[in-house]
Each structure stands twice: as structure tokens, then as C-alpha cells.
């Protein structure tokens, strides 16, 4: 059974300060994601690793850059937090290149930025 | 840009009614396709997926959808919803490897 599993459900940081976000999935998948879902907006797509050490920007990865040195672990990383950042985020795996694979999502991380 | 749009927003019906939530897509080539269900309180999971063959295809918990290329739709349904249906729905579709989600269609049955 997939599992991935981010490091906190809820997060509270103030303007400014820099957050870590951090996934980790068992199961050995090449593709890595970061999403964030706000209501009425569906999921966005912030950035996205194909491989340990490779990113690419999502649709929205103003504010945001990622970490992969190992290929369980997908960090996001909220360079100066700001309060627009305040949402849901969520972390995704899938397995392969050929798009047909689902992916499996943790539990995501409610941050409020104050 | 690539974008998937979900009609509904927010869809309240009663026990035993029957179910069609609308899904469509923005791109003309070959897509990969798929609804994906959040229940109150846990994570996103996979209900069903398209990537060839039968247009039709069955999912779990009853749910079905329907790809449909010439009207670029993938809409989900079913038969009789239950109580424990109540959920935010998903519409994804994967181009090169990448997802572009729906906005989402908030389900609530009313037992």
C-alpha cells in the first residue's frame, strides 16, 4: 500500500519566516508533486521532480522552491511567507512516464500564515 | 494553458438519486484521464481512470465515467448515490505526464 506522508497536518508561521514543507513516499516513485488547493480553485500545481535532483515549475511556483537530494523526499520550501500563502497543501507520487499512472497524495499541511 | 473545467461547483441531492457530474478539457491530442474523490477529513484518492479502450469505465463504489473525445468531456455518474457518497470530486486529466485539475464539485447527499 502507497503511503505518503507529509510532516505536519497543520502549521501556523508568521510573515516573513521561511517554512519547510516536507514528503516523503514509500514506494519508490520517480514523479514527486506539490499542489496547493484552495476553495473553488481545484488543485494547482507548484512544482514537480521527475527525478532526484530535477524540478520543474508548476503553474503557480512564484514564492516557492523545492528540494529533492533523495528520491523519497520532496521538500517545499516558502521562501519569505506571506499571508496569500495561507492554504492547503499537498504532496503527490506516481510511478513512471507514461501518464496513465494515478497519483497517491498524503494528508496535506493547512498552513496559516499570520 | 492547458484547463480542465467541472460545471458544478456545489450538487445536493437526496438518497437513491441518480448522479452526473460534468467534466471537460481544453486539449486536442492524446490525454490520460481521471476523477479522483476527497471525503470529509482524508486524502485524495483515485476513483477510477481512462488511458484507452472501452470509453466506458467502472470504478469503485458504483461510480462510472464516460470519455467522450469529439465533446472533449469525461463526465462521472451514478445510478443511486448514498449518504456516504457526500464528497469533493475531482476531475484530472495528465498531458505529458503532467495533471491539470478541475475546480472540484462538492457533493452532498442528504439521507
Known amino acids: 500500500d502507497v503511503k505518503v506522508t507529509q510532516s505536519s497536518r497543520y502549521l501556523v508561521k508568521r510573515t516573513g519566516e521561511k517554512v519547510f514543507l516536507e514528503c516523503v513516499q514509500d514506494?519508490?516513485?520517480?514523479?514527486m508533486f506539490w499542489y496547493r488547493q484552495d476553495p473553488g480553485l481545484g488543485l494547482r500545481l507548484i512544482y514537480f521532480?521527475?527525478?532526484?535532483?530535477?524540478?520543474e515549475k508548476g503553474d503557480i511556483p512564484e514564492g516557492y522552491s523545492v528540494s529533492r537530494e533523495k528520491k523519497e523526499r520532496f521538500s517545499l520550501i516558502l521562501e519569505s511567507a506571506s499571508t496569500n500563502q495561507t492554504s492547503m497543501y499537498l504532496c503527490?507520487?506516481?510511478?513512471?512516464?507514461?501518464?496513465?499512472?494515478?497519483?497517491?497524495f498524503g494528508p496535506g499541511t493547512r498552513l496559516t500564515v499570520l | 494553458a492547458q484547463s480542465v473545467s467541472q460545471h458544478n461547483h456545489h450538487v445536493i441531492l437526496s438518497e437513491a438519486a441518480s448522479l452526473e457530474l460534468g467534466c471537460n478539457y481544453s486539449?486536442?491530442?492524446?490525454?490520460?484521464l481521471f476523477w479522483y474523490v476527497q471525503y470529509p477529513g482524508q486524502h485524495l484518492q483515485l476513483l477510477l481512470k481512462y488511458f484507452s479502450g472501452d470509453p466506458l469505465v467502472k470504478g469503485i463504489k458504483g461510480f462510472e465515467a464516460e470519455f467522450i473525445k469529439s465533446k472533449f468531456s469525461f463526465n462521472l455518474r451514478k445510478p443511486s448515490v448514498q449518504w456516504s457518497d457526500t464528497a469533493e470530486y475531482f476531475c484530472?486529466?495528465?498531458?505529458?505526464?503532467?495533471?491539470?485539475f478541475g475546480s472540484g464539485t462538492k457533493l452532498n447527499v442528504k439521507p
Open positions: 503527490a507520487s506516481s510511478f513512471g512516464t507514461s501518464g496513465y499512472n494515478e497519483q497517491f
Open positions: 514506494m519508490d516513485h520517480e514523479n
Open positions: 484530472a486529466v495528465n498531458i505529458f505526464n503532467k495533471f491539470y
Open positions: 486539449y486536442g491530442g492524446t490525454v490520460n
Open positions: 521532480s521527475y527525478d532526484v535532483k530535477m524540478k
